[in-house]
């Protein structure tokens, strides 16, 4: 399955994004799916994720603000990311496996300030 990431930008601390990851060549769930991210000169930290059975999780960095879904018709996978603090600023990847560990594309840029 071929994986792209948009929605990021930058944003002032307190407000939302919504990531989206666009799926080709294979339904999504088919797969347990996840957003995990990476901010310079740390490692990658998986935040969310939901399994074959809509089964939903959450990294305890994300819960409570961050809200993981699936749109199997669209073949889409979504990230909406509420009350974002600085500590947020990262580039966000989606990817299969337990929360995104299979992640290789582009990812998107989520900058807080």
């Known amino acids: 399955v071929q994986l792209v990431e948009s929605g990021g930008g930058s944003v002032q601390a307190g407000g939302s994004l919504r990531l989206s990851c666009e799926a080709s060549?294979?339904?999504?769930?088919?797969?347990?799916m996840g957003w995990l991210r990476q901010a310079p000169g740390r490692e990658r930290e998986g935040i969310a994720q939901?399994?074959?059975?809509?089964?939903?999780d959450y990294a305890r960095s994300a819960q409570g603000r961050f809200t993981i879904s699936r749109d199997n018709a669209k073949n889409m996978l979504y990230l909406q990311s509420n009350s974002l603090k600085t500590e947020d600023t990262a580039m966000y990847y989606c990817?299969?496996?337990?929360?995104?560990?299979?992640?290789r594309g582009q990812g998107t840029q989520v900058t807080v300030s």
């Open positions: 060549g294979s339904p999504l769930s088919n797969y347990c």
């Open positions: 939901v399994d074959t059975d809509g089964i939903v």
């Open positions: 990817g299969k496996g337990r929360y995104g560990a299979d992640a």
